[in-house]
């Protein structure tokens, strides 16, 4: 069995059993951002003890930069959902959903669009899943890790926004301006400059990112407030919409080299 083969069956088998009901679904629904952040360093070790290539920049390293940017989400996930800026722990989940009750004017406030289950699923799809399959085909397959950076960039521009708006702190605004920002731009510009041909794929790559957080919002509210179809629906469609990039500029006639910056 060639490696590629062997590497798609553990991502598999990791999700699987990431996501089964097998009796640790309730623990890790709870905890997820605490095992995130523990696993991070090992991520890296991982990374640089079986590192066998060297390029001449970092931003030009597009296995490094997959790896470097889902730790970097992995650290915003600590500051969003376990200890935010102020101290709060867990404050993401009451902050949106009493943003999305307010912009839907809603008198009943106890239903809660926005779930513990939803809030696992969206981070461990959206943003674990994308980001193992961009460090998993880069750096032939330029794409994911294009993805990742667009989520990264959109999810900080959606933070900023929202502090401008309401003219105040909210969980994940500071890594998003500290981290997200310069991180994501200066490997789109890494990427415009080295390989222009791969002016498309940036594009293409914010696009996915920006509907993926129109199916993150607007499939919350279809499942969990108008109860359009269950939620185990909603997390379908989170996965479906997380695996799309390892598809897409994947032609086999094409050929992308790892990015190195000129001299």
């Known amino acids: 069995m060639s490696n590629s083969k062997i590497s798609l069956a553990s991502i598999c088998l990791l999700f699987f ?31 640089f003890a079986f590192r066998t290539q060297e390029t001449k920049s970092i931003l030009s390293d597009v296995k490094l930069m997959s790896v470097l940017m889902l730790v970097a989400y992995i650290v915003h996930q600590y500051e969003e959902h376990w200890i935010d800026l102020l101290g709060n722990q867990y404050a993401f989940y009451g902050y949106i959903n009493e943003l999305i009750l ?79 920002v310069p991180l994501a731009i200066a490997f789109y510009q ?15 790559s914010v696009i996915w990112a920006v509907l993926a957080h129109v199916i993150m919002v607007g499939g919350l509210l ?31 006639d094409q050929t992308i080299q790892p990015i190195e910056l000129a001299n």
């Open 17 to 47: 059993m990431l996501w089964a009901p097998l009796g640790q679904y309730d623990f890790l629904v709870e905890n997820w951002m605490k095992l995130g952040i523990y696993v991070a360093p090992f991520l890296l070790f991982m990374f």
């Open 102 to 180: 307010a912009a839907l004017n809603a008198q009943n406030t106890s239903v809660m669009p926005l779930s513990p289950e939803s809030i696992f699923v969206i981070n461990t799809s959206l943003v674990w899943l994308v980001g193992v399959i961009a460090i998993w085909r880069s750096p032939k397959h330029l794409f994911p890790a294009l993805a990742m950076a667009g989520i990264t960039l959109v999810n900080a521009g959606s933070h900023i926004m929202a502090g401008i708006v309401k003219q105040a702190y909210n969980p994940g605004l500071l890594t998003a301006i500290v981290i997200f």
């Open 190 to 204: 890494s990427v415009l400059v080295t390989t222009p041909t791969a002016s498309l794929q940036v594009k293409v």
């Open 222 to 252: 279809a499942a969990n407030w108008f109860k359009l179809f269950p939620e185990y629906v909603y997390f379908a469609m989170l996965v479906a919409w997380s695996v799309i990039p390892a598809f897409l500029f994947n032609s086999s």
